[in-house]
T-cell receptor, first 112, second 113 residues
């Protein structure tokens, strides 16, 4: 199975700036990668999926990149707002479908 | 549409007791799964099901049983609770077996004393 690494340190950022999160994986390159948002005491909510043949995907103020050479995905929140404060999880499928694996997540704190 | 509903939200058990966490979804999803979430460890897959009557083990299945008699329900049974099973449990479902987004319930926080 994959080892998925996300920065365990919280990312503190000022409102209006761009937050950039990383998701690194160690073994084979997955066919796709997903990003989720999780608020305290709630279940994760799906945000974006990017496939291995897509270099970049956007959704409103969110942008995800996928570099299979570096074995890394970057997640950007542009023009960040306090409402973006949450923990963001990346998820990858391992060698068999149905077993999505999650990173531990990175907490983002956006201050006014 | 309620989505994915988990009960109970909170539960305290004594070591050795058994209990069932309930999960129901009203989206007619074939795929359902159970994860546990512990601080610093992310979500770990316990069991999953790709349809009624079909279940399989995930990464951390020991001490848990599941069954899938209907498309809607996927209960998780703790046979003999241990303190190591103290965690937050999430049920999730998906309508697409490949690349599908997961829809999560709100979680069940379990404490085993």
């Amino acid at each position: 199975s994959q080892k998925i690494e996300q920065n365990s340190e919280a990312l503190n950022i000022q409102e209006g700036k761009t937050a950039t999160l990383t998701c690194n994986y160690t073994n084979y390159s997955p066919a796709y990668l997903q990003w989720y948002r999780q608020d305290p005491g709630r279940g994760p909510v799906f945000l974006l999926l990017i496939r291995e043949n897509e270099k970049e995907k956007r959704k409103e103020r969110l942008k995800v990149t996928f570099d299979t050479t570096l074995k890394q995905s970057l997640f950007h929140i542009t023009a960040s707002q306090p409402a973006d404060s949450a923990t963001y999880l990346c998820a990858l499928p391992p060698d068999s479908w149905g077993k999505l694996q999650f990173g531990a997540g990175t907490q983002v704190v956006v201050t006014p | 549409n309620a989505g994915v509903t988990q009960t109970p939200k909170f539960q305290v058990l004594k070591t050795g007791q058994s209990m069932t966490l309930q999960c129901a979804q009203d989206m007619n999803h074939e795929y359902m799964s159970w994860y546990r979430q512990d601080p610093g460890m992310g979500l770990r897959l316990i069991h999953y099901s790709v349809g009624a009557g079909i279940t399989d083990q995930g990464e951390v299945p020991n001490g848990y049983n599941v069954s899938r008699s209907t498309t809607e329900d996927f209960p998780l049974r703790l046979l003999s609770a241990a303190p190591s099973q103290t965690s937050v449990y999430f049920c999730a479902s998906s309508g697409t077996l490949h690349t599908g987004e997961l829809f999560f319930g709100e979680g069940s926080r379990l404490t085993v004393l």
